[in-house]
């Protein structure tokens, strides 16, 4: 089984959560909110409780345009169709939101099934303001035993490729850890491979290695 992140992996863009907060002008308004997480004085609900709340009555549409316009990391449709047809399960476990998990998983063959991420509440096409479904840092190594669990694979046999802090422990607790183009040292030094550039294509190798 392979798992990867989303953004900065099988996508060549920023996090979706700053791009909603720049157009619903609510980027800034909060400058230490994050701080207070990484720092655990705050918990990931809290801090998604408080980013998500500001965004009641938006338009869903504007989520969907960013979407239409992501761009996918060179390489991900070849690396996710040969790993298919050689029968190598596949899985995204992002601290993302459905909208775009579910789209990028449509277009690389990756179904609903086989993706964790965030869910926002959605009514009448308007942001609710409130979360249906939470996919925090902490939960990326639990999806990554409910998948192995379910699609029957011990952790040995499991690649995780990742890009950011929140990848760390589950490059740690799989089989083969690879960093991709690593933002942060501590991913680089948790990883058994790092691949230095922007082309998914460089992990097919690896994984046949392994």
Known sequence: MVAYDLEGVLVDEESIWVKLSRAFGTDGLDPALKDDYLAGKISYKEWSDHVVSRWKGREVSVI????????????????TSILREAGIKQVIITNSISHLAYDVGERLGISRSCIRSNILGVKNGKLTGRMEFYHSWEDKSSSLNHFASI???????????????????????????????????GVRESADYVVEHKDLSEIIGLVDIY
């Open 151 to 185: 699609l029957g694979v011990g952790m040995g046999e499991i690649a995780v490729v990742g890009d950011g802090i929140n990848d760390i422990e589950i490059i740690k607790d799989a089989g083969l850890g690879i960093a991709f183009c690593p933002e942060d040292p």
């Open 64 to 79: 969907d345009e960013f979407v239409r316009r992501t761009r996918l990391m060179p390489g991900a449709k070849e690396t």
